[in-house]
């Protein structure tokens, strides 16, 4: 079976009826030339119209009867650009902070229990001197990582959704007890910034601190990792002294603000 056959009918008949209203520009098109331009019944258009009018997926256009797309696909077009927006904006950041700080930087995002990297500081020479190298793709449970702790701070439905699973150890550091992580947690969202030391891996030490979006949502973290097994207060204070700043640009580059 060919990977188009295992679509549901339903789905590919409406995005081939989106396709269509998107592909007629502004003056939108009736049901009428949508038939003749899918092929499609045009009882069959008629109630993908009614159910995509209802989504907000399409709206009328001109005399009522024309249909264009409508404000969720805007809206959509809107998250995409604004995604890639923070990708271009993390990689600029996360390789500015690491030719400051002379330490492996990293950007995260939250994603289903983990923090994910998007974004790494690609010098050589920073990364053969630090271990290990940072990749992206690569994901840290968010209990043990520090720019984990800073999603699950921030955003308490996910701690509530996190918390029904098992917290797994890693090292001998690893905070394994759930009212350990949620006093851990609190304390992140007071002091506004994270710490992983040596939770998931011996000898790595991070520093995080979050990245906002609209409406002071946390929508990534910036993190410096350190070949340390424990930093100082002075070396905590020197790190977060890069990192809050270019998190505060970061924020204001992608239209964000802090709660």
């Known amino acids: ?17 989106l396709t269509a209203v998107g592909e ?4 939108g098109a009736d049901a009428t030339e949508l ?3 899918t092929g499609l019944n045009i009882r069959t258009v008629y109630r993908h119209l009614a159910s995509l009018r209802t ?6 256009a001109g005399d009522g ?3 264009r797309l409508g404000p969720t696909i805007a809206g959509l077009a809107q998250n995409a650009s604004d995604q890639r927006e923070f990708l271009r904006k993390a990689r600029l950041f996360a390789e500015e902070l690491g030719e400051r700080t002379q330490e492996p930087v990293h950007v995260t995002v939250y994603d289903q229990g983990t923090a994910v990297t998007v974004a790494s500081a690609t010098r050589e020479a920073i990364i053969r001197q630090k271990s290990p190298p940072i990749v992206v793709g690569s994901r840290r449970p968010a209990h ?4 984990g702790k800073i999603f699950l701070a921030a ?6 959704a996190y918390a029904v699973r098992p917290l797994e150890r890693f090292t001998q550091y690893t905070i394994t007890d759930l009212h350990a992580l949620e006093a851990e947690c609190l304390a992140v969202r007071a002091q506004g910034w994270s710490e992983d030391r040596q939770e998931f891996l011996l000898g ?13 949502r946390a929508v990534g973290a910036l993190v410096v990792s350190t070949k340390y097994p424990r930093l100082t207060t002075t070396q905590r204070n020197g790190l977060l002294q890069a990192l809050q700043p270019a998190a505060q640009e970061f924020t204001a580059a992608i239209g964000g603000s802090a709660p």
């Open 155 to 160: 955003n308490p439905s996910a701690f509530q």
């Open 65 to 67: 009867t024309r249909y």
């Open 144 to 147: 043990a990582s520090a720019s």
């Open 204 to 216: 790595v030490t991070c520093v995080a601190v979050p990245v906002y979006g609209m409406k002071g």
């Open 1 to 17: 079976m060919a990977p188009e056959e295992r679509i549901p009918t339903v789905l590919r008949h409406a995005f081939t009826i």
């Open 55 to 60: 989504l907000g997926m399409i709206a009328g």
């Open 24 to 27: 007629a520009g502004p003056s």
């Open 35 to 37: 038939h003749i331009q």
